[in-house]
């Protein structure tokens, strides 16, 4: 399960936690949840699944805090036009599953792009029908499959053209 990466992010976000939490559907800001680590659109179900692997309470209560509800009519829905891989080239070495992904995967989707900039942790900016970055979510942690899964799900695929 990617262990070491695990429990390192595990770590890093325990330590970021600071004041005790008490368990409520009180919502942060989402900077308040950007700087927890939790960016992007977690779904609530996903906190759930969380808890069962990781048993800091006070983790899962702030990712409680910051996702969103799951329903069929709303986030589960939503979809990009595309989207940009961004991620420091330097980094690469660190996160596999990432160069797992667009060594092996990438090409599946045309409207996918890799860019890389110096210092970014790996993430994904999510591309509106104009090409306007609409959401972003860091990806370091996350397994090929599940890089796979949240495209295939999200990004809508380019019209088929003549090739």
């Given at each position: 399960?990617g262990?070491?990466?695990?429990?390192v992010?595990v770590?890093?976000l325990?330590?970021?936690?600071?004041?005790?939490i008490?368990?409520?559907?009180?919502?942060?800001?989402?900077?308040?949840c950007?700087?927890?680590?939790?960016?992007?659109?977690?779904?609530?179900?996903?906190?759930h699944?969380?808890?069962?692997?990781?048993?800091?309470?006070?983790?899962?209560?702030d990712?409680?805090?910051?996702?969103?509800?799951?329903s069929?009519?709303?986030?589960?829905?939503?979809?990009?036009s595309?989207?940009?891989?961004?991620v420091?080239?330097r980094?690469?070495v660190?996160y596999?599953e990432i160069v797992?992904?667009?060594?092996e995967?990438?090409?599946?989707?045309s409207?996918?792009?890799?860019?890389?900039?110096?210092?970014?942790?790996?993430?994904?900016i999510?591309?509106?029908?104009?090409?306007?970055h609409?959401?972003?979510?860091?990806i370091d942690?996350w397994k090929?499959?599940?890089i796979?899964?949240f495209?295939?799900?999200?990004?809508?695929?380019?019209?088929?053209?003549?090739?």
């Amino acid at each position: 399960m990617g262990g070491l990466n695990w429990v390192v992010a595990v770590v890093l976000l325990g330590s970021l936690l600071q004041s005790p939490i008490v368990w409520s559907k009180e919502e942060l800001s989402s900077r308040q949840c950007e700087d927890l680590g939790f960016t992007g659109l977690a779904l609530c179900s996903d906190c759930h699944a969380l808890a069962e692997y990781v048993k800091n309470q006070e983790l899962v209560s702030d990712c409680l805090k910051c996702c969103n509800e799951d329903s069929d009519d709303s986030m589960s829905k939503v979809t990009y036009s595309g989207a940009v891989l961004e991620v420091c080239m330097r980094k690469l070495v660190f996160y596999p599953e990432i160069v797992g992904f667009i060594e092996e995967d990438k090409d599946q989707f045309s409207s996918i792009k890799v860019q890389y900039s110096f210092n970014s942790p790996p993430k994904l900016i999510l591309l509106d029908d104009e090409g306007q970055h609409k959401e972003t979510i860091r990806i370091d942690n996350w397994k090929q499959e599940h890089i796979l899964q949240f495209l295939h799900e999200k990004v809508k695929p380019k019209s088929v053209s003549a090739s």
